[in-house]
């Protein structure tokens, strides 16, 4: 799934990479494919976190209490040089029960080949 609008396809590599490793639990996997300083949207309690350390606090606590999986679908380069990313959600308690089955938009700025940030467009 290339980024569309691009001649390279390494964002969407490198986006693949990290949903991959959040299916799959894989905090430091997911962290190696973001800047030290990403800024990262609390999703669950709103506002942001920030830092490798600020994501890995939010998502040990976020897994917690929900069992989320993300599917991107679809890239795009955004107007303004970001990727935005189609992206299939799907939340389940911790017993399996599904709480939000939806499709949302995620917005990604990169810089130095790693996600310096990411936005939540539903």
């Not at 800047?35 to 040990?60: C, K």
């Not at 107007?79 to 935005?84: K, L, N, Q, T, V």
Request: charged letters at 25%; glycine letters at 10%.
């Amino acid at each position: 799934m290339p980024v569309s609008g691009t001649k390279d396809n390494s964002a969407s590599k490198l986006l693949q990479k990290a949903y991959a490793a959040f299916n799959a639990r894989d905090i430091d996997g997911a962290l190696a494919t973001m800047n030290p300083d990403v800024v990262w949207p609390n999703g669950m309690e709103g506002g942001t976190v920030h830092g490798h350390e600020g994501v890995r606090a939010y998502w040990t606590r976020q897994w917690g209490m929900i069992d989320p999986h993300v599917e991107p679908v679809g890239f795009r380069e955004d107007g303004d040089g970001r990727i935005a990313v189609s992206v299939h959600q799907v939340v389940r308690d911790l017993s399996g029960n599904v709480l939000l089955d939806r499709m949302v938009e995620h917005v990604y700025t990169l810089r130095d080949g790693l996600i310096r940030s990411m936005d939540i467009r539903e």
